[in-house]
């Protein structure tokens, strides 16, 4: 038996599933926690995918390997291959300012011709601008950009800072994909080349000598340790579209730490009021998606605030009538992402003695949470994209209360396929892919 291993380094926690190359049935599995916090030290992902693997059964037997990984992080990285700061993650929205600056100098139409994006707080060329007016001898010190599964699989293919590292910190092999490299806001998907004036725009200096990841085909590998192929990897979203098998007509739904609207197309989507960012697949294909921060969170705040686990709040959620008897609750918690109200707070309105219960609350958490998907979903639709059934995925896809609202609120079939780390699973369908040269049809 071929064995292939995928990784999921998402926000909360990195996960390994080692999988038949030949069947897709999972041998094994592993995982371990990350640190809570917007900014992170890389070290400490770093940390948490050996003890994912080695909770996995190590890698003796792993023939290929691939890492999905959450998307936007900034990890900059000194000449010398080490971490300068840590890394400021997708949902650390300190850069707002410095994305409408950036969006004011290029414009945003001009942006998402050039991109496929318009600037938010979350993409990683904010960052980079915030770094160089925030951290000005720190933007001085850059010499490559990384993002959390470029740097991942770095490190596990032997490279790092000198002295930690057995081949050192050689930045030329820093590698990413197309997937990736499309959220980070310095990127053409259409020709699939950086946009360095861009870069440059961004840290405020010349960074034509700023080594940025070369970008693999889907089918792609380098060498890694003991004869180990290492995939191109991807963004966590794309991996999670190609564990899904996701095709024309498929959109998929997450609800995890963020909230996701994603479909794969053959056309590029260019939108320039910023909603669908226009980002690549890890096919091949185009990935448009629309995110949104505030997701699984605000279920565990509610159920939290009403005293119960998530199965009571669930229960709470389905004894309550459809639209929550005119409570509603718009879940801004952290600030918002789609819309771009990164400052943004909560609201809980249409508050009546009659209205105001468990129930209602439950109900109009989840409601909140899915109307604001579903927003995404219409904005996709306006730019071709076709919705023939929904797959709900993410921790609480599996809740029934979610899963049956998001049934009356999606005007089109929902389907929960059967709980799996589906972003792992991706991530080892392009290891496989890798290691045969064909895509596997599990």
Known sequence: MTLVAGVDSSTQSCKVVIRDASTGAVVRSGRASHPDGTEVAPSAWWEALQTALSDAGGLTDVAAIGIGG?????????????????????????????????????????????????????????????????????????????????????????????????????????VTDRSDASGTGYFDPARDEYDRELLSLALRRDAAEVVLPRVLGPSEHVAGPDGLLVSAGAGDNAAAALGLGARSGDVGVSIGTSGTVFAVTDAPVVDPTGTVAGFADASGARLPIVTTLNAARVFDVTAALLGVDHDEFSRLALAADAGADGLSLQPWFEGERTPNRPDATATLSGMTLASTTRENLARAAIEGVLKGLAFGLDAMREHGVTAERVLLIGGAAQSPAVSAIAAEIFDAPVVVPEPGEYVAFGAAVQAAWALTGSRPSW
């Open 70 to 174: 959450q998307q936007h992080g900034l990890v900059a990285l000194d000449a010398d291959g080490s971490v300068i700061r840590d890394a400021l993650l997708w949902n650390d929205t300190r850069s707002a300012d410095a994305a409408a600056a950036l969006t004011d100098e290029v414009g945003a139409a001009e942006f998402a011709r050039r991109t496929g994006l318009v600037p938010v707080a979350s993409f990683t060329v904010t960052k980079l601008r915030w770094l160089a007016d925030a951290e000005p001898d720190n933007a001085a010190r850059v010499a490559a950009v990384a993002l959390p599964h470029d740097w991942l699989t770095w490190r596990l293919r032997g490279y790092g800072p000198a002295g930690e590292a057995p081949l050192g910190p050689d930045l030329s092999e820093l």
